[in-house]
């Protein structure tokens, strides 16, 4: 197995595992250690775009899925483990994962629970896979129509980063990607805001340095949960645009994609800061003119603040009726607060609707 010169390590209560980068398809398999007992799961889209770059890794048993919100629920969970169950996986199996954040879901959750745990390797293939959640252990599957309801901790033993992948996305996937890019560039000690301002001067989601913003993302996030692996405390602003952006991907049943949910509900929160008094505004206006600026897309039909409110209702974060937020003091600078859920939100959430948010359609 080949190691790449600018390897991060990540540290993890599950053992430290290596993020490897590397700027062509055809250089995945050498870094990748498939031993005899390798089976992948890959994106069946991934499947007939990179095949013949991938074949060294297709010769394993390979199982090709729909990388789709039904495809990340038990049900999708089920059908892979009946599919190892097939194949003969024993608990020495290696699964190697090569998608986006579905695929990652899915293999995640089913080598958690597959002979109480096997080892996996991610070779992440989207934006926002390579630049958030490929690291940290994290998985979620859906309850449809429920996001993220069901999930667990379970560090993959290797992660392979390449950049090639992201030149058959479709823009609005790479506009998507940037949520999290964005998030990562104003999280605390790893905040990279004003670097990312500067590389969004040329070519603005598609600029030469997306592999540099990738890696300090990863950089910002590994700084968090390096100290706090399993979301108990610190690891809570790593929520900062989720909690607003999965209800409204709940509301619009998944039409408005995740990236671009989580840049408009960090407006939103950020429009609740300033109202809060907690929120430099002079932060939260920059911040959305990048927003604005660099993400062309317009939000069909934004839920009202009644459905968002009671939305986040159900979610996992919510204790006794308080949600705890994570906003945005200033750059670099993301705190937890909590807030009931009340008559009191839904007139704040109105506010900001009955004004200019983001991304509504003209």
Not at 82 to 89: E, G, T
């Amino acid at each position: 197995m080949r190691v790449t010169e600018d390897r991060m390590i990540i540290k993890s209560e599950q053992g430290d595992y290596p993020v490897d980068f590397v700027a062509e398809v055809g250089l995945v398999p050498a870094l990748v250690d498939a031993g005899p007992e390798t089976f992948v799961i890959i994106d069946e889209l991934l499947a007939d775009i990179y095949g013949d770059a991938l074949s060294a890794l297709s010769e394993h048993p390979t199982y090709r899925v729909k990388a789709d919100e039904e495809s990340k629920t038990l049900t999708g969970v089920s059908l892979f483990v009946d599919w190892l169950l097939a194949n003969k996986a024993t608990r020495s199996a290696h699964i190697v994962a090569i998608g986006g954040g579905v695929i990652q879901d899915v293999a995640t959750f089913a080598s958690h629970i597959y002979y109480r745990g096997v080892a996996w390797t991610f070779v992440p293939t989207t934006l926002l896979s390579q630049a958030d959640s490929c690291i940290g252990a994290k998985s979620s599957i859906n309850v449809l129509p429920l996001k993220n309801q069901l999930g667990v901790f379970h560090s993959p033993s290797h992660v392979v980063i390449c950049s090639e992948f992201l030149k058959s996305l479709p823009q609005i996937e790479v506009d998507s990607g940037y949520g999290e890019i964005y998030k990562l560039a104003l999280t605390n000690d790893g905040a990279f805001f004003d670097e990312l301002t500067d590389a969004l001067r040329s070519g603005g989601h598609r600029n030469p340095r997306v592999l540099e913003m990738i890696r300090k993302a990863l950089e910002s996030k590994r700084l968090v949960i390096e100290k706090d692996e399993h979301e108990s405390d610190l690891r809570r602003v790593l929520n900062y645009g989720h909690s607003f952006g999965h209800a409204l991907e709940a509301l619009t049943h998944n039409e408005v994609p995740h990236g671009i949910a989580v840049m408009w509900g960090m407006d939103l929160i950020n429009f609740l800061g300033v109202r809060w008094g907690m929120t430099n505004p002079e932060t939260a206006e920059r911040v959305r003119a990048v927003l604005a600026a660099n993400t062309e897309y317009a939000i069909p039909a934004i839920p009202s603040a009644r459905e968002l409110v009671d939305t986040l209702k159900r979610d996992k974060k919510v204790r006794k009726g308080v949600m705890h937020f994570a906003v945005l003091h200033d750059e670099g600078d993301l705190r937890i607060v909590p807030k009931p859920l009340d008559e009191t939100l839904v007139a704040e959430v109105s506010e900001y609707l009955d004004g200019q948010p983001l991304f509504a359609a003209r």
